[in-house]
């Protein structure tokens, strides 16, 4: 009896750990977000997200979004820019729609460190 108490604290805590972990580095688009990396290298990593480093890499935001922080990004994922009609991905990605491919993306991105919480108020 005294095994079984043993093992179902251990799995208990062993599972607390996984759910601790699981909270401090969040999963996004099948990819953990580490605290130790920037947005565009946790963008990178999330195959969700990549219309939105292609834009941003397009756009000439990665050196921006490289440096320091906080910095809070409302990141569509590729569903939201598959909804826009159809070639305006494609025409926002030329050289010559910078400003306006700027323009949008520097709107999904806020000084500071903004939370779910936060945005309830």
Do not use: C, W
């Not at 099948?30 to 941003?56: F, Q, R, W």
Request: no cysteine; aromatic share 6%; glycine share 8%.
């Amino acid at each position: 009896m005294k095994k079984y108490y043993a093992t179902m604290l251990t799995l208990v805590l062993g599972f607390a750990g996984l759910a601790a972990h699981a909270q401090k580095d969040p999963i996004v688009g099948g990819a953990e977000m580490y605290p130790t990396k920037n947005i565009v290298e946790n963008a990178t990593n999330s195959k969700d997200h990549t219309t939105l480093v292609a834009a941003v890499k397009a756009a000439g935001l990665v050196e921006t979004l490289e440096g320091s922080g906080p910095l809070t990004v409302f990141a569509p994922t590729n569903e939201s820019f598959d909804k826009l009609p159809a070639g305006t991905v494609d025409t926002l990605l030329k050289p010559e729609n910078k400003a306006t491919l700027v323009k949008i993306l520097t709107y999904h991105v806020v000084a500071g460190k903004v939370t779910a919480k936060d945005l309830q108020r």
